[in-house]
């Protein structure tokens, strides 16, 4: 089947600005399921002042279908962590959200804008996290959930792109991060989905003894900007970080893993780095 979406994205950077524009093209459904990261018909609304857009410390709330991989990772019906739709059955999250709490049985996984109520919501069936991960180190943070019945895939919830091993992302540019967690350091948790924009940061800066001091490995990335103001924060981890490539679809780049408190000068958020896994997922998936 041929649909004509208007649902592609392309993003233009200086030291100032940026803007995200959309134009219409035809896209070809694989198999009845849409090609992985196409968005719904909705610019994000961009500004040279990274501080307007924020999860920390300001609102910039999601609308239906316009982050449609995102998922809430729910244990006993109270959302924890999120997560990010890699196939009809499969979604990657954070390492660090099933710890003391990896009986599949107890968590759900729901699809949409809303917590409550969500567009779709599936039971898990296995979670697999990765054989490396050791609490409480931060390396190696990434599981992969296995759903209990397939996603149906629609124009409001589907999966994103998963990069290739040796693609790369140039730092500096921006990319986006959404989530339902807290909206300032500790505090409470929307019902709305919400998104921020930030800058990929290189590990170099980011490992400068200010910032974190030489704990980036190489299978994290850091992203947000060192004057503070806009980052992930409790609740958010194991959700996506994406940013669109040349063809103008969305990639998974990163999973919210961690940081120091949400949003301080020098202490930008730090995200599993999802190409340096991107192997261990297809050994583990097929995807």
Request: net charge positive.
């Amino acid at each position: 089947m041929v649909y004509s979406l208007h649902c592609c994205y392309t993003v233009y950077s200086s030291a100032e600005s940026f803007c995200w524009f959309h134009y219409p093209k035809l896209l070809r459904l694989e198999l009845g399921h849409p090609v992985c990261g196409l968005r719904q018909n909705r610019s994000v609304r961009s500004t040279g002042k990274p501080s307007s857009l924020r999860i920390v410390g300001g609102l910039t709330s999601a609308e239906t279908g316009d982050w449609p991989w995102q998922a809430s990772l729910q244990y006993n019906n109270i959302h924890r962590c999120g997560a990010t739709l890699i196939s009809n059955t499969w979604l990657v999250s954070a390492a660090h959200c099933f710890r003391d709490m990896s009986h599949p049985h107890k968590w759900t996984a729901t699809f949409g804008a809303l917590l409550k109520p969500p567009s779709m919501k599936r039971s898990v069936k296995t979670i697999i996290i990765h054989e490396k991960y050791r609490y409480p180190e931060h390396d190696y943070d990434i599981a992969l959930v296995k759903l209990s019945k397939q996603v149906e895939f629609t124009s409001n919830v589907h999966r994103v792109c998963l990069p290739e091993p040796s693609q790369t992302f140039p730092y500096n540019i921006y990319a986006v991060i959404t989530g339902w967690g807290a909206l300032t350091n500790d505090g409470p948790t929307p019902n709305v989905l919400q998104e921020a924009t930030v800058k990929l940061i290189d590990s170099n800066t980011c490992n400068r003894k200010e910032v974190y001091d030489g704990d980036i490995t190489p299978r994290m990335l850091c992203a947000g900007y060192l004057e503070g103001g806009v980052d992930a924060c409790q609740g958010d981890s194991g959700g996506p970080l994406v940013t669109p490539d040349s063809r103008l679809m969305w990639y998974l780049v990163g999973i919210v893993s961690w940081g120091d408190e949400c949003a301080k000068p020098n202490k930008p958020g730090v995200y599993t780095r999802v190409t340096y896994f991107r192997d261990w997922i297809t050994s583990k998936t097929g995807i």
